[in-house]
């Protein structure tokens, strides 16, 4: 049998799997794992083992999905910038711009989260220094930056 029919036979299986694992996101892609799985189950299944394919196939698909997860999982954990970085990596242009960065987001935050952006992004300063210049704890400067970053990506995501 050609793998294009035995695509077309096993369509059902593979989003049912998907649907089984509760992957809403981007189908094209898991639809198009769920295939690899497939072909590899093809290439691999053995009838000699008393397993029928449909099994084996669902089994090799399930796994490469799950695969495709954890890889992305592994990716966003260890490659994706935090919020403080993708903020910083924004602020990080001429000193013009730097200001009209607090002009544009500041009237949005407290004054404490501008003092956090101000100090942390724009100075580079470290907490314990943003902490000590403003008389506070460094919990805290740490606290003025969490609320900080969660309210600039609500704000730029909107704009």
């Known amino acids: 049998m050609e793998f294009e029919e035995l695509a077309e036979q096993y369509k059902p299986l593979i989003f049912q799997v998907i649907k089984s694992l509760r992957l809403y996101g981007d189908r094209e892609t898991f639809f198009q794992i769920g295939l690899i799985g497939l072909w590899e189950a093809s290439t691999r299944f053995n009838p000699g083992k008393g ?15 799950l695969d495709h997860l954890k890889k992305e999982a592994r990716y966003q954990e260890h490659c994706q910038p935090s919020g403080e970085q993708i903020f910083m990596n924004f602020a990080d242009r001429s000193e013009a711009y730097q200001v009209d960065l607090i002009d544009m ?32 704890t460094v919990e805290s400067v740490k606290s003025w930056g969490k609320q900080a970053v969660k309210k600039l990506r609500e704000i730029i995501i909107v704009e």
């Open 51 to 65: 397993v029928e394919f449909s099994t084996f196939a669902f089994s090799t698909i399930r796994g490469k999905l």
């Open 105 to 136: 987001y500041g009237e949005k935050l407290t004054k404490n989260q501008v003092k956090w952006v101000q100090g942390r992004i724009i100075e580079d300063k470290s907490y314990k220094e943003i902490a000590i210049e403003h008389g506070v």
